[in-house]
């Protein structure tokens, strides 16, 4: 039996921005990894941010989870504005957020601000 309404295919209202930030980081793979660790009180709409820890196991990790100025200005933020993936790429690292569709994308300064704290982060590690 055939789904009278199957999925559409194709391009999909989804988009994300990707902060590069140029650095060889050799084979050091692992020192590049963080994600943000959000603990949270209240439930659905009402939950607000009440700390933010680093999860990684790297340098990089230990220094954002020491910048206290930094993870207050994330703990400002949405949920998912403040959830932020460190990664490594092919001779860079990559900063990014969560997928967005065309009317709750964007960057506002409050979160470019946050991405460049990162970064310089990134380049003293």
């Known amino acids: 039996m055939q789904d009278p309404n199957p999925l559409p295919w194709g391009a999909q209202d989804r988009f994300q921005a990707h902060f590069i930030v140029k650095k060889d980081i050799g084979t050091a793979d692992i020192d590049y990894l963080a994600k943000t660790k959000l603990i949270t009180k209240g439930h659905f709409a009402a939950k607000t941010i009440l700390k933010v820890e680093w999860n990684g196991s790297g340098e990089l ?3 954002l989870n020491g910048d206290d100025d930094l993870n207050a200005m994330i703990a400002k933020q949405s949920l998912k504005d403040a959830t932020i ?4 790429t092919e001779g860079a690292v990559r900063i ?3 997928w967005d569709n065309h009317l709750a994308f964007g960057i ?3 979160l470019f601000e946050i991405y460049d704290r990162i970064a310089g982060h990134i380049k003293a590690v």
């Open 61 to 63: 990790s230990s220094k």
């Open 85 to 88: 993936y460190v990664e490594p």
């Open 96 to 98: 990014r957020s969560k």
């Open 108 to 110: 506002t300064k409050e």
